[in-house]
């Protein structure tokens, strides 16, 4: 616990308190727009597209690595 000796330091750590609440209140403000503007149907859809080229661009990759022969384990078994 803080001693203070004079009413001037409470009132200078009163104010830096009221500062860091106003920065606190307007990185919470950035946070939800960030998350409004992440969830809106716009971005969602360019996610799901990005996502899908992705995939679309790994497949690919992997037709070229390993060919696009498939592997059939029922007859492997006979």
Not at 57 to 62: D, F, G, N, P
Not at 65 to 70: E, I, S, V
């Amino acid at each position: 616990m803080k001693i203070y000796s004079s009413f001037k330091e409470i009132d200078r750590d009163l104010e830096i308190l009221k500062l860091q609440t106003k920065i606190d209140l307007e990185e919470i403000k950035l946070h939800y727009n960030k998350t409004k503007q992440n969830l809106a149907p716009s971005s969602l859809m360019g996610s799901i597209w990005d996502s899908i080229g992705r995939k679309a661009r790994e497949l690919k990759l992997a037709l070229k690595l390993f060919g696009d022969k498939q592997v059939n384990t029922l007859s492997s078994n006979k």
